[in-house]
T-cell receptor, first 111, second 115 residues
Framework: EDQVTQSPEALRLQEGESSSLNCSYTVSGLRGLFWYRQDPGKGPEFLFTLYSAGEEKEKERLKATLTKKESFLHITAPKPEDSATYLCAVQDANYGQNFVFGPGTRLSVLP | KAGVTQTPRYLIKTRGQQVTLSCSPISGHRSVSWYQQTPGQGLQFLFEYFSETQRNKGNFPGRFSGRQFSNSRSEMNVSTLELGDSALYLC??????????????FGPGTRLTVL
């Protein structure tokens, strides 16, 4: 059974204090790993898609990396507007319609 | 380019009633997936429609149903509402079916409260 876990559950940072969020997954074969950002009461906003181990993608202060068992979302010098819940999801290559979300990491960046 | 739209944004119903939610995908997108999000269970997949056909269904009771129209707009229906159905219902659209690598883009959601 496909599983996705995320850690930590919640993270509080000071503005400018860099850190990383973890997404660990178990799938029979990875078709893609997706990162989303979700603000309270809103739908998830797409950030990145990673397809193979070693791949990296960047967008402003965010950088996503992928290994065979986990993905990291690195946040460099965060600002208060980066506060949100970050979700990762995996798509199983062998069960192509299976798209499983992790529980999310709730990030708070204090000014 | 307009994003995914969902109506209504907020809904309050009582137990036993039924409800219909609507989703308009991004122009050109043919796949619509529905998810239920609750604080305890997170995002859970309900079902996916592609070209008016239901391609896959999550582990939800038959009270949850949906359909897709020829213009790719989709509706989701929940009959005989229960208190536990209170949730944020999210719609996501993509160009191809969920079996492809196309990214899913989410709408703002419909907040359903069952009293």
């Amino acid at each position: 059974e496909d599983q996705v876990t995320q850690s930590p559950e919640a993270l509080r940072l000071q503005e400018g204090e860099s850190s990383s969020l973890n997404c660990s997954y178990t799938v029979s074969g990875l078709r893609g790993l997706f990162w989303y950002r979700q603000d309270p009461g809103k739908g998830p906003e797409f950030l990145f898609t990673l397809y193979s181990a070693g791949e990296e993608k960047e967008k402003e202060r965010l950088k996503a990396t992928l290994t065979k068992k986990e993905s990291f979302l690195h946040i460099t010098a965060p600002k208060p507007e980066d506060s949100a819940t970050y979700l990762c999801a995996v798509q199983d290559a062998n069960y192509g319609q299976n798209f499983v979300f992790g529980p999310g990491t709730r990030l708070s960046v204090l000014p | 380019k307009a994003g995914v739209t969902q109506t209504p944004r907020y809904l309050i119903k009582t137990r036993g009633q039924q409800v219909t939610l609507s989703c308009s995908p991004i122009s050109g997108h043919r796949s619509v997936s529905w998810y239920q999000q609750t604080p305890g269970q997170g995002l859970q997949f309900l079902f996916e429609y592609f070209s008016e056909t239901q391609r896959n269904k999550g582990n939800f009771p038959g009270r949850f149903s949906g359909r897709q129209f020829s213009n790719s707009r989709s509706e989701m229906n929940v009959s005989t509402l229960e208190l536990g159905d209170s949730a944020l219902y999210l719609c996501a659209s993509s160009k191809g079916p969920r079996g492809s690598t196309d990214t899913q883009y989410f709408g703002p959601g419909t907040r359903l409260t069952v009293l």
